[in-house]
Each structure stands twice: as structure tokens, then as C-alpha cells.
């Protein structure tokens, strides 16, 4: 569902913009420090209702104001769009509001407005701990899946207890027994849909990463968080005394995790940053094309293009955002680096940022 209008009040440096982005591709162009990642924190707080740049949402509400607000029209295919908007109080309070309904939770959002980010930080799925990349395992899982979020709800819910149990000590192996029921058949539940995702995203990302560069070779392995020839109760009732003795439960779908693996070896210690940049874009990609395949158009922002990739680089990944047919958010410094030849059908705006201040720029107005 693209974002048919954006109204941003007091994110970062943002105290009022308000624009109409193309449903295809918008540039965003603009000195540093002038706004531009703030304007794609505040669509990524509409649909996640967190930042993608801390977790401490004092830091995005403007100085010396007491909240933010992200509003949207949502496009429908049929009927009008549906306004959506996102309120964040200083005191941590969050608002979220559908069709002037108050929501219960974040997650219809989520649910209305897929959104996925490729930006520096992206590393961080290659780097980061096996959480990072559970994550983006589970976000799709999540879209693709509609079971998967209440069964994950629960499992997290008796993992907890169990982990409080186990904290506490004093437990015997008989007396955790009794609560591993749950736990075996919620983990079980979450654990085929991530691994039926996992298969179901592989071809997509092999593709995706040979448009942008056919010589990367790399493969994906899930690893389940125990040993795969065993069920989920076997591992969990022969890791039972040594749970015991560590006071958590250690093995079963909470260390699940996605191997990236190139030729010679681990992706991390193989490739190049650019490289990285690529087969992370690539995954995102394919993420989002699986999706747009099942029928749910999706946001792709895209911050600080030229980061880390070359002209060719920088020319496949416009190619292939592009062919996606949804809705791309692009910022860069300069216009040199997304100076991409979009295609004649393609509705492309140009922004320019200046100050917390956007407008259409002279380019966009040409065009449009
Ligand atoms: N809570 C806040 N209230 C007001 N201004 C803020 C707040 N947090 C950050 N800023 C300022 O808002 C601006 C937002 O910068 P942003 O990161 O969006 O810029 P950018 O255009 O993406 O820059 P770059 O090209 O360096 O990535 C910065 O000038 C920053 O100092
Ligand atoms: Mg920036």
C-alpha cells in the first residue's frame, strides 16, 4: 500500500514537511545534516513504531517539543486510502490510529505498511548476533505467514516463564516437564514456518544477488537453533539438567539463526564491504519481492545510495528497485550519485532537502 501523502510534524529536525511522493520513486537530495534520514525514520516509525537509528525515542522527537506525529494516506486498490497516523509522547506514550480507530497495537501497522530499509547500517545483518538476523527472518515470516505471529507470541510467552523458572533454581527436571508442553509445540509451530520461509526466500535471493552481480557466490543455510536431525522435544528434554545448570534454557528456536556463506567461506570474512552491501541489499530485496509476488505492494527506503557501492553498483540496484514496481524512497547527498537513467513510464520526484525544509525540486517539477 504506498504512501499517497506524508505529513511529519517534529521528527529530528523536521517541525512540519508535507508532501505527495510519487507511488514509484522519490530522491531525496540534500546537504548532511539537513533531514533527509529523518524524513525515512518517520515513514520506517509508521510502520515498525520504532526507529531504525536508536531505541531511545527521545532522540527523534524534536528538541523542546512534548511529542512527534507521522500521518499517512494509505492507498487502496479499491476505495479511498486509508489514513493511518502514529503520535510518540515524550513520556514514552505511543498513539497509533487506522482510520481514526485507535489501534491496539503497532502491529496493524506493520500488518498495513511492509516496510524495508537498506541503508549503511546494513551490515549489521552479516555482523550482527544471530538476534539481528532472526529478525529479518521473522519480519517476513511475519507478512507471509499469518499464523506465525500468534504462535511466536506464545512460544516467546513460555519461554519466558520457563527461563524465570529456570533463573530462580531449585527446579527438578520432572517439575520443568510439566511447562515444556507449550513450549515444544508453539517452538515446533515457529520453527517450520520460519524454515518453510527460508526455502521459499532462497531462489528469490540467488536471483536478486546475480542481477546485481553475477560473480558473488552465496548461499543461505538456516540453522534451527538445535541439532536438525532431532525433534524439538528431543533436544529440549536431553538439554533439560544442563538448562538446570546454567539457569536458561539453551538450545531450541530462540538461537536459531541464518548462515551466510560465500565460496571460501564466511560472508563476513570474505567479502568485500560493497560486496556486503550487495548481498544484504539482495536479501532485503528478495524479501520484498516475495512479498509484492503474494499480492502486498511495499515501501523500499533506500538511505545514503551511494554508500559503499560503485556507479555500476549503484546503477543495478536503481534497475532493480525499479522493476519491483513499489514505492522507493532514495536519499543521497548529491544528484551525480542518483543520476540513474529511470525508465520514461517510471513516475520519478526529485526532492530537495534543505534545512528540515522539503520541496520539490526543479528536476521533479521539469518532469512532472
Ligand atoms: N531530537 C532532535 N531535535 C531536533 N533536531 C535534531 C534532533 N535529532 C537530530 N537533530 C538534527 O536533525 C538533523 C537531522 O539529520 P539527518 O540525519 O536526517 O540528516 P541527513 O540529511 O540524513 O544527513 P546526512 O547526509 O549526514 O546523513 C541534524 O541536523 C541533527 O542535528
Ligand atoms: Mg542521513
Same mark, same amino acid.
Given at each position: 500500500?504506498?504512501?499517497?501523502?506524508?505529513?511529519?510534524?517534529?521528527?529530528?529536525?523536521?517541525?512540519?514537511?508535507?508532501?505527495?511522493?510519487?507511488?514509484?520513486?522519490?530522491?531525496?537530495?540534500?546537504?548532511?545534516?539537513?533531514?533527509?534520514?529523518?524524513?525515512?525514520?518517520?515513514?520506517?516509525?509508521?510502520?515498525?513504531?520504532?526507529?531504525?537509528?536508536?531505541?531511545?525515542?527521545?532522540?527523534?522527537?524534536?528538541?523542546?517539543?512534548?511529542?512527534?506525529?507521522?500521518?499517512?494516506?494509505?492507498?487502496?486498490?479499491?476505495?479511498?486510502?486509508?489514513?493511518?497516523?502514529?503520535?510518540?509522547?515524550?513520556?514514552? %506514550?505511543?498513539?497509533? #490510529?487506522?482510520?481514526? /480507530?485507535?489501534?491496539? +497495537?503497532?502491529?496493524?501497522?506493520? =500488518? !498495513? &505498511?511492509?516496510?524495508?530499509?537498506?541503508?549503511?547500517?546494513?551490515?549489521?545483518?552479516?555482523?550482527?548476533?544471530?538476534?539481528?538476523?532472526?529478525?529479518?527472518?521473522?519480519?517476513?515470516?511475519?507478512?507471509?505467514?499469518?499464523?506465525?505471529?500468534?504462535?511466536?507470541?506464545?512460544?516467546?510467552?513460555?519461554?519466558?516463564?520457563?527461563?524465570?523458572?529456570?533463573?530462580?533454581?531449585?527446579?527438578?527436571?520432572?517439575?520443568?516437564?510439566?511447562?515444556? %508442553?507449550?513450549?515444544? #509445540?508453539?517452538?515446533? /509451530?515457529?520453527?517450520? +514456518?520460519?524454515?518453510?520461509?527460508? =526455502? !521459499? &526466500?532462497?531462489?528469490?535471493?540467488?536471483?536478486?544477488?546475480?542481477?546485481?552481480?553475477?560473480?558473488?557466490?552465496?548461499?543461505?543455510?538456516?540453522?534451527?537453533?538445535?541439532?536438525?536431525?532431532?525433534?524439538?522435544?528431543?533436544?529440549?528434554?536431553?538439554?533439560?539438567?544442563?538448562?538446570?545448570?546454567?539457569?536458561?534454557?539453551?538450545?531450541?528456536?530462540?538461537?536459531?539463526?541464518?548462515?551466510?556463506?560465500?565460496?571460501?567461506?564466511?560472508?563476513?570474512?570474505?567479502?568485500? #564491504?560493497?560486496?556486503?552491501?550487495?548481498?544484504? +541489499?539482495?536479501?532485503?530485496?528478495?524479501?520484498?519481492?516475495?512479498?509484492?509476488?503474494?499480492?502486498?505492494?511495499?515501501?523500499?527506503?533506500?538511505?545514503?545510495?551511494?554508500?559503499?557501492?560503485?556507479?555500476?553498483?549503484?546503477?543495478?540496484?536503481?534497475?532493480?528497485?525499479?522493476?519491483?514496481?513499489?514505492?522507493?524512497?532514495?536519499?543521497?547527498?548529491?544528484?551525480?550519485?542518483?543520476?540513474?537513467?529511470?525508465?520514461?513510464?517510471?513516475?520519478?520526484?526529485?526532492?530537495?532537502?534543505?534545512?528540515?525544509?522539503?520541496?520539490?525540486?526543479?528536476?521533479?517539477?521539469?518532469?512532472?
Amino acid at each position: 500500500m504506498p504512501l499517497v501523502c506524508l505529513d511529519i510534524s517534529h521528527v529530528r529536525n523536521l517541525s512540519s514537511v508535507r508532501f505527495e511522493p510519487s507511488p514509484q520513486v522519490n530522491v531525496i537530495i540534500g546537504e548532511n545534516g539537513s533531514g533527509k534520514t529523518s524524513v525515512l525514520e518517520a515513514i520506517h516509525l509508521l510502520s515498525f513504531g520504532r526507529s531504525f537509528r536508536s531505541h531511545k525515542h527521545k532522540t527523534y522527537i524534536q528538541h523542546e517539543t512534548e511529542h512527534c506525529l507521522v500521518f499517512a494516506q494509505l492507498h487502496q486498490d479499491q476505495g479511498n486510502p486509508v489514513p493511518v497516523g502514529l503520535q510518540r509522547h515524550r513520556d514514552g %506514550q505511543i498513539e497509533v #490510529r487506522i482510520q481514526g /480507530q485507535r489501534a491496539q +497495537s503497532v502491529v496493524e501497522l506493520a =500488518e !498495513r &505498511l511492509p516496510v524495508q530499509l537498506i541503508n549503511p547500517d546494513a551490515f549489521r545483518l552479516l555482523e550482527g548476533s544471530p538476534s539481528v538476523r532472526r529478525q529479518f527472518i521473522d519480519w517476513g515470516v511475519f507478512h507471509f505467514d499469518s499464523e506465525f505471529i500468534r504462535a511466536w507470541r506464545g512460544w516467546q510467552k513460555a519461554l519466558k516463564q520457563r527461563n524465570t523458572l529456570l533463573r530462580r533454581g531449585k527446579i527438578s527436571a520432572s517439575l520443568l516437564a510439566a511447562f515444556d %508442553q507449550e513450549l515444544i #509445540r508453539l517452538g515446533e /509451530q515457529v520453527n517450520t +514456518s520460519r524454515k518453510a520461509y527460508v =526455502e !521459499r &526466500l532462497t531462489p528469490y535471493f540467488l536471483k536478486v544477488l546475480s542481477l546485481l552481480n553475477e560473480d558473488l557466490k552465496v548461499s543461505l543455510q538456516f540453522f534451527q537453533g538445535w541439532d536438525s536431525q532431532k525433534s524439538l522435544e528431543a533436544a529440549v528434554v536431553a538439554g533439560r539438567e544442563r538448562d538446570i545448570e546454567l539457569g536458561y534454557t539453551h538450545t531450541g528456536p530462540q538461537r536459531a539463526d541464518l548462515r551466510v556463506k560465500a565460496e571460501t567461506g564466511d560472508a563476513l570474512d570474505t567479502l568485500s #564491504r560493497g560486496q556486503q552491501k550487495l548481498v544484504v +541489499s539482495a536479501l532485503k530485496i528478495a524479501q520484498g519481492q516475495l512479498l509484492i509476488d503474494m499480492g502486498r505492494p511495499l515501501v523500499f527506503l533506500v538511505d545514503d545510495l551511494p554508500a559503499e557501492l560503485d556507479a555500476n553498483h549503484r546503477q543495478k540496484l536503481c534497475r532493480l528497485l525499479e522493476s519491483l514496481e513499489s514505492q522507493i524512497f532514495i536519499t543521497s547527498v548529491g544528484p551525480d550519485t542518483t543520476d540513474f537513467a529511470w525508465a520514461d513510464t517510471t513516475d520519478v520526484r526529485h526532492f530537495s532537502m534543505n534545512n528540515g525544509e522539503l520541496s520539490l525540486s526543479s528536476k521533479g517539477l521539469q518532469e512532472s
